[in-house]
């Protein structure tokens, strides 16, 4: 049904995000799978202060910069951050690299 139906953000050719969750900004929470193909990143992002993230990879090896720091993160590895601070992930290994990403409260 359209409103059991999620959304889908193509960022570039190497970097997808799908909300998986319909109605999200009625929701406390913003759970969205990412895809990165090899060498795929998403964009540079900020959010609001008050506003946290928490990243789970499901599957291969992720460069995850926030404000100043860079974390290299592989399958099973997790990061919770506030995302005021500007941050953005990248594929650095040899196949597609697959996150859940939850933020709250949801922003777009």
Not at 79 to 88: D, I, V, W
């Amino acid at each position: 049904t359209a409103e059991s139906r999620t959304e889908v953000f193509v960022h570039d050719k190497r970097s997808i995000s799908e909300i998986l969750v319909p109605k999200v900004l009625d929701k406390k929470m913003m759970p969205i799978m990412i895809k990165l193909e090899p060498k795929g990143s998403t964009h540079m992002e900020e959010t609001n202060r008050g506003t946290e993230k928490f990243i789970f990879v499901l599957d291969g090896k992720v460069e995850a910069s926030v404000g100043e720091k860079v974390f290299t993160l592989n399958k099973g590895d997790t990061l919770y951050f506030e995302s005021s601070a500007s941050h953005y992930f990248k594929n650095i290994g040899a196949s597609e690299a697959r996150l859940i990403c939850v933020s709250s409260p949801p922003v777009l």
